[in-house]
């Protein structure tokens, strides 16, 4: 079933939203090993001079990780050794851990980590998306605990790094790691992406919404994955870029800009991300409407814009009448509305058209040469409200998916208080019938990952 025309109030708030080898100074763990005499930092700092005989010497190296290192080597001028990627965890590997890995494993609270009860975060984005965190200071947080937990333990932290819809973190991570990998040595880190697509979502009011799934074990490096984000980039200009202009010739005084567009709506950094016709959107009715508000009153409309967004970028027509910088008789323009059915998801003829999305298809055949990679839901209760039949779509997806859907994010860490718990656990008796394994994450967004508290 698929429900026709745009719903524009329940979107009003949809946007609210050289490789170098380094001596570092102690870390929280390593200054916690010197405390107790299990290793002092002087030896730490001798190891991150032997990391390639350690890495050798210590522990395996995964496929994944000799596959990662052969496209370094050939993107630069010196030869990489896998060794020095020995922290590198594959899909694979992953997969095999999950059964041992219950819903405390991914809580990151004071209790669990003090216990070494906290054993994994599956879902983390740094300031290559839309977090905050530099990829140093997230492997850093990350490392600092797995530390902890090796001592406490014996087990390894397990840690993926999954941006939306691009690897710019991933192959950050691959160079801070090998430049010194005797530093991530307790840590077993899986590549990962989170990556969008559009569907049929009858229970939003919207004809399409856009969901995601994470693939984890990829590498970073792979041509194909790259020419797949370059394309659903290189897809999102395009449709900015068209948008704008078709809303040009509708109101030629709001003289709408892409340079305006990223500055009010960060268009720079989330030019890569999903949703980013809602983000145009919003920014075509807000400058529309403060320009009519212009008009009424004899100011600026520059001037009027500039002022009002200044502290309230990203925000829809809606939010400016909430916090009363509009009056409620100016509104969106219906022609904006019109035009907006063409940029965004929609179906013609039956056929989903994505202007500016992935659809589940090229998703799958973008992911399923891949070797030794696999994917999980996102967030499933996010999925499951926008369809009529979540049991129905999650099995039509999996059926569809090559393979490749093995797990789903039932321990998702920040869902809103809107999810509650009986729909969590009644999702997660859904996937498992499914045959779908379990894992979580943090989906932090943060400059740190969390708080050591062991």
């Known amino acids: ?5 745009v719903n524009l ?43 390639v005989i350690y890495a050798s010497k210590g522990r395996p190296v995964s496929k994944l990780a000799k596959s990662i290192a052969g496209s370094m080597s050939k993107l630069s001028d010196t030869e990489v ?28 609270t004071a209790d669990n980590m003090k216990q070494g009860v906290f054993r994994a ?24 605990y797995a530390d902890l937990l090796y001592l406490k333990t014996k087990n390894k932290f397990i840690y993926a790094l999954s941006d939306h819809d691009t690897v710019k973190g991933l192959k950050e991570a691959m160079t801070v790691i090998s ?50 984000l370059d394309k659903i980039h290189q897809k999102r200009s395009n449709m900015v870029n068209n948008f704008i202009n078709e ?10 800009s892409i340079e305006e567009f990223s500055k009010y709506y960060e268009y720079e950094k989330y030019g890569n991300m999903m949703n980013l016709h809602w983000k145009a959107y919003h920014y075509l009715q807000t400058k529309h409407a403060v320009t009519q508000y212009a008009q009424r009153t004899g100011q600026n409309p520059e001037t009027l814009y500039k002022q009002i967004m200044s502290d309230s970028k990203g925000a829809s027509v809606g939010i400016l009448h909430d916090k009363g910088k509009l009056p409620a008789d100016i509104g969106e323009s219906r022609d904006f509305q019109v035009i907006f ?30 070797q030794g990679i696999f994917m999980a839901f996102a967030h499933p209760a996010y999925l499951a409200e926008k369809v009529e039949n979540p049991a129905e779509t999650f099995k039509y997806f999996i059926e569809n998916s090559k393979g490749l859907i093995k797990a789903s994010e039932s321990f998702h860490q920040a869902y809103n208080e809107r999810i509650s ?22 989906d932090n967004h943060k400059g740190k990952l969390f708080k050591l508290t062991m």
Do not use: W
């Not at 060794?83 to 405390?104: N, Y």
């Not at 975060?121 to 490392?143: E, F, I, P, R």
């Not at 718990?421 to 943090?442: A, V």
């Open 81 to 108: 050794n896998p060794s020095r990627l020995s922290c590198i965890m594959s899909g694979e590997e992953l997969l095999k851990m999950l059964p041992r890995l219950k819903k405390a494993s991914y809580e990151a």
């Open 179 to 228: 430049g010194n990998p005797v530093r991530y040595k307790n840590l077993d880190f899986v590549p990962a992406i989170e990556v969008s697509f559009a569907h049929s979502s009858p229970k939003s009011g919207n004809e399409c919404e856009v969901s995601e799934l994470l693939v984890y074990g990829i590498n970073p490096y792979s041509p194909k994955i790259n020419e797949f």
């Open 341 to 370: 059915k063409k940029y965004a998801p929609h179906f013609e003829n039956g056929k989903l058209i994505a202007p500016s999305e992935n659809t589940f298809e090229e998703v799958i055949e973008a992911f399923k040469d891949e």
């Open 9 to 51: 109030n329940n979107n009003r708030n949809s946007i609210s939203m050289q490789q170098h080898r380094v001596i570092l100074p102690p870390s929280k763990a390593e200054i916690f090993y010197s405390e107790h005499k299990a290793i002092t930092y002087s030896s730490a700092v001798l190891a991150a001079g032997l990391g």
């Open 1 to 5: 079933m698929k429900v026709s025309g």
């Open 247 to 256: 809303a040009k010739n509708i109101n030629s005084l709001a003289k709408f």
């Open 421 to 442: 718990p009986d729909i969590i656990e009644s999702l997660q008796t859904q996937t498992e019938k499914l045959g779908l394994l379990n894992l979580g994450g943090q």
């Open 121 to 144: 975060d599956l879902h983390s984005h740094s300031n290559y998306s839309d977090g905050v965190g530099l990829v140093k200071n997230l492997l850093d947080d990350a490392t600092d």
